[in-house]
T-cell receptor
Framework: DVKVTQSSRYLVKRTGEKVFLECVQDMDHENMFWYRQDPGLGLRLIYFSYDVKMKEKGDIPEGYSVSREKKERFSLILESASTNQTSMYLC?????????????????FGPGTRLLVL | AQKVTQAQTEISVVEKEDVTLDCVYETRDTTYYLFWYKQPPSGELVFLIRRNSFDEQNEISGRYSWNFQKSTSSFNFTITASQVVDSAVYFCALSEASGGSNYKLTFGKGTLLTVNP
């Protein structure tokens, strides 16, 4: 089974703090993703990475950065947390095994981190 | 641009009723993938099904069934004889397989299903 874990289920931070959200997957997946989920807005992609040290912006990258130094780990960084970053953050991973054959592999999600910024 | 619409924000049913969750999508690609995920109160998104655009066969898995119709750009999800454990938010998602965006999943806003005893 695919296992995606996130460092915290719940996190409370203060405005202006630097926040690190960690995600680890154990399936040797090439692709990793960070989403945020807000009521009425569904899931929105923040950043994704298709290889170590590689990253691409998603739909809402402003206020966030990411780091992927190892294949299994993908970190989301809030350089200076703000109250509008209070949200549920979900990490996902997927394989590129069949990408050359034009087959998109399924994304598997972690349990999520509920972040509250006061 | 790809788009997914789940018009039903919330649905409430009584146990054992059948319920259908609607999903309508927009894409310019001829090759694309459609997904359904379940998010129970615990928060983790659970993968349910994946379909590619060339496979219009309907699928049944236990009490779950999916109806994919390209003619109406719909990928609807039916739960037969619903149970309380089916209560969750259900997301439909789309990914195009070309144009360099083949990693990107676009989600609908989700449908909250409540199954009452």
């Amino acid at each position: 089974d695919v296992k995606v874990t996130q460092s915290s289920r719940y996190l409370v931070k203060r405005t202006g703090e630097k926040v690190f959200l960690e995600c680890v997957q154990d399936m040797d997946h090439e692709n990793m993703f960070w989403y945020r989920q807000d009521p009425g807005l569904g899931l929105r992609l923040i950043y994704f990475s298709y290889d170590v040290k590689m990253k691409e912006k998603g739909d809402i990258p402003e206020g966030y950065s990411v780091s992927r130094e190892k294949k299994e780990r993908f970190s989301l960084i809030l350089e200076s947390a703000s109250t509008n970053q209070t949200s549920m953050y979900l990490c996902a991973s997927s394989s590129n095994n069949k990408i050359l054959a034009g087959v998109l592999e399924t994304q598997y999600f972690g349990p999520g981190t509920r972040l509250l910024v006061l | 641009a790809q788009k997914v619409t789940q018009a039903q924000t919330e649905i409430s049913v009584v146990e054992k009723e059948d319920v259908t969750l609607d999903c309508v999508y927009e894409t310019r690609d001829t090759t694309y993938y459609l997904f359904w995920y379940k998010q129970p109160p615990s928060g983790e998104l659970v993968f349910l099904i994946r379909r590619n655009s060339f496979d219009e066969q309907n699928e049944i898995s236990g009490r779950y069934s999916w109806n994919f119709q390209k003619s109406t750009s719909s990928f609807n999800f039916t739960i037969t004889a619903s149970q309380v454990v089916d209560s969750a938010v259900y997301f439909c998602a789309l990914s195009e397989a070309s144009g360099g965006s083949n990693y990107k999943l676009t989600f609908g806003k989700g449908t909250l299903l409540t199954v009452n005893p």
